[in-house]
Nanobody
Framework: QVQLVESGGGLVQAGGSLRLSCAASGRTFSNYGVGWFRQAPGKEREFVAGIARIAPVTSYADSVKGRFTISRDNAKNTVYLQMNSLQPEDTAVYYC????????????????????WGQGTQVTVSS
């Protein structure tokens, strides 16, 4: 079992930055890929960024490429999402999730491939 806790969300003006953290406890975190997803009101949950068990293999949604950066610190059992140049359309609840498939270099963008999820953290970007 893996428990995930997201933090770092909040209210920011357009053009601002936030850094989200996903802290994991339980099984060996470094064995797993981790993804960030988001869900805005009335919309489907969508993939934002992912990082393989062996960094620096990463993947990003087109909408965030060049603005968001995912990274991990396995010693701290934490994955980060640095979000720069935030826009109102980035407003959503952000979730981190763990993929138990240990294939080296795997980053899956499909939500149902992830096995453990955090409770989410709200990000609101004002115009």
């Amino acid at each position: 079992q893996v428990q995930l806790v997201e933090s770092g969300g909040g209210l920011v003006q357009a053009g601002g930055s936030l850094r989200l953290s996903c802290a994991a406890s339980g099984r060996t975190f470094s064995n797993y890929g981790v993804g960030w997803f988001r869900q805005a009101p009335g919309k489907e949950r969508e993939f934002v960024a992912g990082i393989a068990r062996i960094a620096p293999v990463t993947s990003y949604a087109d909408s965030v490429k060049g603005r968001f950066t995912i990274s991990r610190d396995n010693a701290k059992n934490t994955v980060y999402l640095q979000m720069n140049s935030l826009q109102p359309e980035d407003t959503a609840v952000y979730y981190c999730a763990v993929d138990r498939d240990t294939t080296i270099g795997r980053v899956t963008t499909t939500a149902h491939n992830y096995d453990y999820w955090g409770q989410g953290t709200q990000v609101t970007v004002s115009s």
